[in-house]
């Protein structure tokens, strides 16, 4: 009897813990690789310090050098951990909190320390007693900025009586000018204050960033990088009061994260010298003379310095690329410490997977990931090898302009000197011509390749008409006026091959651009890959347009939808949703191509699909069902991102009705929902009202919840210490939670990556 007792109490008790969570897969444009090294006489030689999958940075010296204290994300969220410098100790959590923890810094005397937290819901910086054999809590931290902007970078005076900091309070968010105006990017500035957090004063003002202060032995002047916006950071120092500002770097070097050695050199990380990328250079700032001597054949950044000799920095090897993830995030698909067990909802738990990849790598109910790629990385090897003879018009125009320029003085006899000018200059302007309109049809108005063909086969019709005129009017008069008709001769060599090779590019456009797309699918468990199929793009679709985006698994996990087409192109560009079945292999394309078409999404029972589309001229929200199609916004404004829940009965997308306009060039999106009624749908309701971008909502299974990307919690570093690892289009992206009942609103990512695009799927 009590060892039935005992089974059935195992089997609630156990059984209720090995209950499937949900999933939630989203994308993370973090890096990877990334450990602490240590030396310990002054630079000759380094060894690891940590050595972890998960990524270790932004390391600092305690001033009595026994202690390193560094951020580390091997429990998920970036948290504090300190490691003895001498003996082999293991890295011990330094501060308990289920927020971000990073940036660190200590006092003089080693007593305190400050640093950036997420902990009251954007970055603030705080200040905590160091106690290297304590675990501390965040909840005794104190708050020392507090303030809505963003705050990074914390230093103390060698004082100890005031600390140095950047923010981007003082700014609000810009567009991304000229193409990525959704991508709203911010702006940092140079602020100091007392240790205690009161009497900030404000000592920069930039029109890009100026961060990471540092203080000068004797605290009368600041170090810092500075840059106005597309050029190279440089280093800067200026006084305690912001005053006498002067570049002491060189121009043609990318500069950040100074630090100042007792000698008076400055250690910085480049972005320009060594074999991956990122490198320690040391700058004497009277000279401008660098010092390479501390470069490994790594990425090396942010260093820091004991007056002992000590030195430490965060770096590794770039990652390679791995069968398993290709042509995006070099390494591995999914982040280190996939998945994450997230509790923050309300009787519920999540496991969190980042995917590694700029768009959501969706995921099959048994244990896939799936995504596409492709061969090509730029516009060069989009180009297949025939449309490099479109580069005979440039060198025919040289070769003819050479010509004219020749005649002219070789016949100045016989033609008059500006008749045979006037052949130089009409060869180079034609040449002008078609690239100029060929180029703006292609990259700017973006037309289909069907439009631009036309318009190359006319051009060629119209040149091939005047060479063979020219060359019937060399014939008629090359007996009469042999030296005028050589004039024409001339004309005729020009017109035919400028007509030929316009006319060979307009027949065989389609094929120079390679378009095609291999998607895969990987067993997220034991990194097994399988080849699903091969996609090429309709041929009439410009190139611009034949990129993969919105990737999603149906809720019966039965297809694979894909959206291709322009994600902010105009409502008539081409665009179209595809599905692929997985048992039977097929494909077949669902909507039409007439308008920018995409970002579907299908009820569990597949019979009712959302989508985006421009087709009316605006870009609205449609609903296909029963053979029938509605468009439930029809409205002037940009709609985007619909999502429809697994039932069918409820669906939310995003909206810049009430959105705050930016530089009268965008405007930011917030999420709205609509419900089924009897008639069809009802009034949607605005969930979110935050003013910056929101998006990339997607339903939880049973109903209840919406979790999307938000930029509500602002940054949570420098923007240009994070978006340079990779190309990072826009900075917002935590992950949030929002219950439908009553609209609470629960966080659930804290770190300083790009988290975006979630999709909940049900646990198996």
């Known amino acids: 009897m009590k060892k039935i007792t005992l089974l059935i109490f195992n089997f609630i008790i156990f059984g209720s813990l090995s209950q499937a969570q949900d999933k939630v897969f989203y994308s993370s444009f973090r890096p990877q690789g990334w450990n602490i090294y240590l030396s310990k006489d002054d630079g000759k030689n380094f060894s690891k310090f940590t050595q972890h999958e998960s990524l270790d940075y932004d390391a600092k010296i305690s001033p009595d050098g026994k202690w390193v204290v560094f951020t580390s994300e091997r429990m998920g969220r970036p948290q504090l951990y300190v490691k003895s410098i001498h003996g082999d100790s293991i890295p011990r959590l330094l501060v308990k909190s289920n927020s971000m923890q990073d940036q660190v810094d200590f006092s003089p005397d080693g007593k305190e320390i400050v640093f950036v937290s997420t902990h009251g819901g954007n970055s603030d910086i705080y200040k905590l007693p160091f106690k290297h054999s304590d675990t501390l809590d965040i909840n005794d931290a104190i708050n020392l900025t507090n303030d809505q902007g963003g705050d990074f970078r914390p230093k103390f005076s060698n004082d100890g009586k005031s600390i140095a900091f950047s923010s981007d309070r003082a700014h609000p968010t810009v567009p991304l000018k000229p193409r990525l105006v959704f991508a709203l990017q911010r702006t940092g500035d140079i602020y100091v204050m007392n240790a205690d957090g009161s009497e900030t004063k404000r000592l920069t003002s930039s029109e890009n960033w100026e961060g990471s202060p540092v203080w000068s032995k004797d605290d009368q ?16 120092k200026m006084s305690e009061t912001g005053e006498n500002a002067e570049q002491i770097s ?31 250079l040391e700058l004497n700032p009277k000279t401008q003379e660098l010092d390479s001597t501390l470069v490994r054949q790594m990425n090396m950044l942010n260093v820091d310095y004991h007056d002992s000799g000590i030195m430490v ?34 009787n519920k738990t999540l496991s969190m997977y980042g995917v590694r990849r700029s768009f959501a790598a969706p995921a099959t109910p048994d244990g896939k990931i ?24 440039p060198i025919l125009a040289i070769i003819w302009l050479a010509v004219g320029i020749y005649k002219s003085i070789e016949k100045r006899k016989y033609i008059a000197f500006w008749k045979h ?6 060869a180079v302007i034609i040449v002008l011509f078609i690239i100029k309109t060929t180029d703006d049809q292609l990259f700017f108005n973006i037309m289909p390749l069907n439009a631009i063909k036309s318009f190359l086969i006319i051009v060629a019709a119209v040149l091939l008409a005047l060479g063979l005129l020219a060359y019937f009017i060399y014939i008629k008069r090359k007996k009469a006026e042999k030296s005028i008709a050589s ?46 199929f091969n996609f090429r793009p309709d041929g009439d679709f410009n190139p611009q347009f034949s990129n993969i985006i919105d990737t999603k698994v149906t809720p019966d996990g039965n297809y694979l939808q894909f959206s291709v087409g322009g994600f902010r192109r105009s409502p008539q560009a081409k665009g179209g949703v595809y599905r692929y079945h997985f048992e039977n292999k097929s494909l077949e394309r669902v909507t039409d191509l007439e308008s920018n078409t995409g ?102 299974p049973d109903g209840e919840w919406l979790i999307y990307s938000s930029e509500e919690f602002g940054i949570n570093d420098e923007q240009p210490l994070v978006q340079p690892y990779i190309f990072s ?31 909940w799927i049900k646990g198996n």
């Open 370 to 393: 799936i995504y596409g790629v492709s061969d090509v990385k730029g516009f060069q090897d989009g180009i297949a090898p025939l449309a490099y003879l479109v580069l005979l018009l």
């Open 599 to 700: 970002f579907a999404d299908y009820s569990e029972d597949n019979k009712v699909m959302v989508f985006r589309s421009g087709r009316t001229g605006n870009m609205d929200i449609y609903v296909e069902e029963n053979g029938t199609t509605t468009n439930i916004t029809n409205s002037p404004d940009k709609e985007a991102f619909p999502v429809i829940s697994y039932d069918g009965n409820m669906i939310a997308y995003c909206s810049d009705v009430n959105g705050l306009d930016k530089d009268g060039v965008v405007k930011t999106m917030d999420i709205y929902i609509t419900e089924r009624t009897g008639n069809g749908w009802g009034e949607p309701k605005q969930l979110t009202t935050y003013p910056g971008q929101e998006g990339h909502a997607h339903f939880s």
């Open 313 to 346: 920095y965060h770096g590794g090897e770039t990652p390679q690329p791995e069968p398993t993830n290709l042509n995006d995030f070099y390494g591995d698909l999914l982040v280190k410490n996939s998945p994450t067990l997230i509790s923050d909802l309300p």
């Open 221 to 236: 002047e600041i170090i810092y990088y500075s840059a106005k916006r597309g050029e190279n950071f440089k280093l800067f």
């Open 487 to 532: 004039l024409y001769k001339l004309y005729a060599f020009m017109f035919i091959p400028y007509a030929l090779v316009v006319l060979y590019a307009g027949i065989f456009l389609s094929s120079f651009f390679n378009t095609e797309k291999d998607f895969y699918a990987v067993d997220y468990d034991n990194n097994e890959i399988e080849h699903l």
């Open 729 to 759: 289009p826009q900075m917002y992206g935590e992950i949030t939670a929002i219950r439908l009942a009553d609209g609470e609103k629960f966080r659930l990512t804290h770190n300083k990556w790009e988290d975006g695009a979630p999709l």
């Open 421 to 426: 000018l006037i052949f130089s200059v009409a």
């Open 250 to 280: 060189p121009d043609n070097y990318s500069c950040i994260s100074p630090l100042q050695k007792p000698d008076g050199e400055i250690l910085f990380t480049s972005f320009k010298d060594g074999p991956n990328g990122y490198s320690i």
